[in-house]
């Protein structure tokens, strides 16, 4: 301190000279109305009567001093008993609520102060002040809070003008809060516990500094675990390296140091889930997306408090709003999208914890290293055997992500368990053709899968000798493994084996499927390609150009059927075979041949006292149309959307089907499931008003894809999806890219492609059935 700064502050404590007890006279006491302790006891009880004590007289002279003492300063007094005297003895158990009573006396004292310039424990007072002049105004506060209660302080414990100082074991400073020197050399000079006593006391140094060591917990869980067994397997290497690493953290402590006034603070949370089977085998986004989707639900009332921002190297943003998300992504991004997330790209880390996190979980820990992951191929098979035939469908992926599919239609009767063993034996002659070493073998069929696993026994000799040839094909393989998986995870290929199966060659519309003729465990199997209706690689509408220019017909019957019913909807335009616009409506008749109808109620009653809903659905494409009536009576359906009249002008035929029809039936009741469902989602706890709901919730259901026909009623009905509304306020690639002269061009390709993605739909649909 300077010379003026000394000057002020001994000026301070001179004018406050009062505030010290120099002697024990000057200590007066607090008054009980403000704080005191009372000892609940019965009056009614007699004293013990104890034996004399006896000191020795030199002993008994220093009694009487320190007697003389309290009763000058009117600590104690004289009480006398006419039959009994209690001798003063000192009591073996504390008295444990009197520190609490000075507690509350101190914390009401200083109420004022506390938290802002001063800090107090019991009898532990400390004045903090960031600057000097500061520091003499704030004792002054001090002083005078201390006058008015008639409290004391003890002058040969008090320092004034430090910069530093001790405070309940730990160094307090303007830097901040320091672990004590002596502490940290207490633990340094400890050596390994040889019981389970000095254990214990170690324990108890080390919690005393656990806000100096980084994940504390952790560092001394071995500690802890050799406490719990009792010692039983003593002083361990885990114990040894866990103290040493707590060594090397005390070596630099941190400093706890107060906030910054509008700095920002960050709070490390550690969220983690343990991943189902399925999960194991997603991709590095979808884990991403997954990760982020479990910390919004485990941490939501921060997602919801604050804004959060997201680092990271994976294109989520992208991603998580692009409008042709579908499954479990649209799933998840419909949940984040009611936080304010915002991502950023991951940059350099500065954060020990961040480090930490990123170097401990770069990797996947069912991953191998890099360089062996690079060599493994992906094989999934599936075999369908049916009443029309049996058919097997391989999909094989190399390391980078390319895919390779074939569909084998069997060509002689074949058991399923046949056909999964030809798709597998077909899968490794392909994966053998393009030199594969390394192969990961997927199969939703857990007899073969067990099989080659040598779980299950073959029996059957068919089984045997088909299960003798995967193994001798399996050896030519450097590393293989295998495993059975969910039906539903093997979907591409379940679905292209079932086509493979059922659907005739001749109508098999750009689909190449191969046809193998003899068994694999007979001898050499032949092969055949046949890429329906076409050879030498022509398009499938050259019979149709054809038929247009010279009227010329394929020699099947129907296939020659096809062809001229197709050709009334196209035209050659400079050689080229289109879509004819003016013989191909904007709604294809086929789609909307068959409908199904329902009625919903009573609901909650709505304005106009509607309580009933009328549901109409398309039973191919889907699409939707409800409307709201306080009652329905048999004109209200027949006038349902004027079909009756539009019928009539079309001259198209009408005809209703009875209440026992099962797939009109069936589709209804599902709809009707769908719509209420997302009703009481839209509308929580105002029932009244679903009917001002209903137009948003048919709109996300002709805009939502459908399981069966992989596609959305919208697309089907006008031959591409819909601008949905999150589309109009937050723009996408789609929205922004697309000029409207580009919109126009596009709608009119999109209407030329109607028939193909309603007749792909089909196929779907047939094969999801």
């Known amino acids: 301190m300077t010379s003026e700064e000394t000057q002020s502050m001994q000026n301070v404590l001179r004018r406050n000279h009062d505030i010290f007890a120099w002697t024990h006279s000057d200590m007066n006491g607090i008054h009980p109305s403000i704080a005191s302790h009372k000892l609940n006891v019965f009056s009614t009880t007699r004293p013990v009567r104890q034996k004399i004590r006896r000191f020795h007289p030199d002993k008994q002279k220093i009694i009487r001093n320190e007697i003389d003492k309290l009763l000058e300063a009117g600590f104690v007094k004289e009480v006398d008993y006419p039959d009994w005297l209690a001798n003063v003895v000192s009591h073996a158990i504390r008295l444990k609520s009197a520190g609490a009573t000075y507690q509350r006396l101190m914390t009401k004292i200083f109420k004022p102060l506390i938290g802002h310039t001063v800090e107090v424990y019991i009898d532990d007072i400390v004045v903090k002040s960031k ?47 320091e672990v004590s020197p002596d502490q940290v050399k207490a633990v340094m000079e400890t050596s390994p516990p040889k019981s389970k006593k000095e254990l214990q006391r170690l324990t108890g140094k080390l919690v005393a500094l656990g806000r100096f060591i980084a994940r504390f917990t952790d560092e001394l869980r071995p500690f802890f675990l050799i406490i719990r067994k009792a010692g039983a397997n003593g002083w361990t290497d885990s114990c040894q390296n866990a103290f040493e690493n707590i060594k090397h953290c005390l070596m630099q402590p941190p400093i706890l140091s107060s906030l910054i006034p509008k700095e920002k603070l960050y709070m490390y949370l550690a969220v983690s889930e343990a991943l189902a089977d399925v999960e194991t085998r997603y991709s590095k986004m979808e884990l991403t997306a997954l990760a982020l989707r479990s910390a919004a639900q485990k941490l939501c009332p921060y997602f919801q408090a604050h804004p959060v921002i997201v680092l990271t190297n994976q294109p989520l943003r992208n991603i998580l709003h692009k409008p042709d998300l579908t499954g479990r992504m649209l799933q998840w991004a419909i949940k984040l999208r009611e936080f304010g997330i915002e991502f950023q790209p991951r940059l350099s880390m500065k954060g020990q914890v961040m480090a930490d996190f990123v170097l401990e979980y770069s990797q996947r820990p069912s991953q191998h290293q890099e360089s062996s992951e690079q060599e493994w191929w992906t094989l999934r098979v599936d075999g369908a055997s049916r009443s029309s035939g049996s058919g097997v469908r391989l999909l094989l992926q190399s390391p980078t992500g390319e895919y390779l599919e074939q569909a084998i239609r069997l060509g002689f009767p074949a058991s399923n368990n046949e056909a999964e063993y030809e798709a597998i034996l077909s899968g490794l002659d392909l994966a053998l053709a393009l030199s594969v070493s390394k192969l990961r073998i997927y199969s939703d069929s857990q007899l073969v899968v067990r099989h080659v696993q040598k779980e299950y026994e073959a029996k059957d000799a068919r089984m045997v000798r088909y299960l003798t040839k995967v ?17 539903t995870e093997n979907g591409r290929a379940d679905a292209l084996a079932g086509i493979a199966a059922s659907l005739p060659i001749k109508e098999a519309i750009l689909l190449p499927i191969h046809v193998q003729t003899d068994p694999s465990v007979v001898g050499i199997s032949t092969c055949n390609t046949i890429e329906a209706n076409q050879a030498n690689d022509q398009e499938w509408t050259d019979n149709i150009a054809e038929y247009l220019r010279t009227g010329t017909l394929p020699g099947d019957p129907k296939q020659a059927h096809k062809v001229r019913v197709q050709a009334a909807r196209f035209t050659v335009i400079g050689g080229t075979c289109t879509s004819d616009p003016s013989q191909d409506p904007t709604f294809g008749p086929w789609p909307f041949a068959q409908w199904g109808m329902d009625i919903v109620g009573p609901l909650r009653a709505a304005p106009a006292q509607k309580k009933f809903l009328l549901v109409a659905t398309d039973y191919f494409s889907k699409w939707v149309e409800a409307e709201a009536y306080a009652s329905i009576k048999d004109k209200d359906v027949t006038k349902f959307h004027r079909i009756q009249e539009f019928c009539s002008e079309l001259n198209i035929r009408n005809s209703y089907s009875t209440p026992r029809y099962p797939q009109s039936n069936g589709q209804a009741e599902a709809t009707n499931k769908t719509l209420i469902t997302a009703l009481k989602k839209r509308l929580e706890q105002a029932k009244g008003k679903w009917v001002e709901e209903l137009s948003g919730v ?35 690639i789609r929205t922004d890219a697309t000029k409207q002269n580009d919109a126009n061009t596009e709608l009119g390709r999109n209407l030329d492609w109607a028939n193909e993605v309603r007749e792909s739909a089909a196929i779907r649909m047939a094969d999801y059935q």
């Open 131 to 177: 600057t000097r002049e500061e520091h003499v105004l704030h004792l002054q506060e001090v002083f005078h809070l201390l006058r008015k209660y008639d409290m004391k302080l003890n002058p040969s414990k008090c320092a004034f003008g430090v910069s530093a100082g001790k405070f309940l074991g730990f160094m307090v400073s303007q830097r901040g809060i």
């Open 471 to 487: 193994r001798n094909t399996l050896q030519r393989f450097t590393e293989w493994t295998i495993e059975k998986i969910r039906r």
């Open 698 to 732: 048919q709109w996300a259901y002709r805009t939502t894809p459908g399981r069966p026909t992989g596609n959305t009623p919208c697309a089907l009905a006008y031959g591409m999806d819909a601008v949905i509304p999150i589309e109009i306020g937050l723009p996408t």
